[in-house]
């Protein structure tokens, strides 16, 4: 396995890339063609900066890239058409993200690890849910969405939530991702409605990522997370 690993860092090294996440991208453009000349992209949990590489390429100096991640962004290096800004996503109105709708967002994040591996998938589809909330002012009708989350117990019910809202949704795990890493990347294409924020996303920001009321046996208590780390 730490062969595979060295791999993909040496390919991200030799080509320019900031990380290795850049080949999960690629890989899902690959298979779904999601990026195009043009295109106003959003990604959000973007530090430091491989997936928003990998978009601004693909939408060329006519198209837009926004980037924003918890950490600030190293701009060095980055193409006119990218903004980069440092601040937490569910803070953020369009008109702040420069107030035209997106063709595509994109979502890497993740909480930080507790060790916790039930708590952290908790933490982990909060985010995702916390995305969705979002979609109804961010993405146009007829954009699409991919987004990271650790496969659990919550997954399917954010799996049949991203069906409600889009025409075609399937989950994804690039070659590039650790075997035995629990990311699932999830691919919605064609936003048919407006997402509305689910019941757990009306919970107190006192806890940012709350676990689901309802957890299967054993999963332990959450602490508080990160988004944005790859």
Excluded at 125 to 147: K, S
Excluded at 194 to 205: D, G, L, Q
Aim: proline share 7%.
């Amino acid at each position: 396995m730490k062969e595979v690993q060295d791999h993909w860092f040496r390919e991200a090294k030799a080509k320019g890339y900031r990380s290795r996440a850049a080949f999960k991208l690629l890989e899902i453009d690959r298979k779904r063609r999601l990026l195009r000349r043009g295109m106003q992209v959003l990604d959000v949990g973007a530090a430091p900066g491989s997936w928003v590489q990998v978009a601004a390429a693909a939408v060329g100096p006519k198209g837009r890239v926004v980037g924003v991640d918890l950490k600030t962004i190293d701009h060095a290096g980055m193409p006119d058409q990218v903004a980069l800004i440092a601040a937490d996503m569910r803070d953020l109105s369009l008109a702040e993200l420069g107030g035209c709708p997106f063709d595509l967002v994109l979502s890497d994040m993740a909480p930080d690890t507790t060790g916790d591996r039930g708590g952290d998938q908790a933490r982990s589809a909060r985010l995702c849910h916390d995305l969705l909330d979002r979609l109804g002012e961010w993405l146009r009708p007829g954009g699409n969405l991919v987004f990271k989350v650790f496969e659990g117990g919550d997954y399917p019910e954010l799996l049949q939530r991203t069906r409600s809202l889009f025409a075609k949704v399937k989950g994804f795990k690039p070659p590039a991702s650790r075997a035995e890493s629990v990311e699932m990347y999830v691919i919605a294409e064609d936003c048919q409605s407006t997402p509305k924020a689910s019941e757990s996303s009306m919970e107190s920001r006192d806890s940012p990522f709350p676990i689901a009321k309802e957890r299967p046996r054993g999963w332990g208590a959450a602490g508080p997370g990160r988004p944005g780390r790859r």
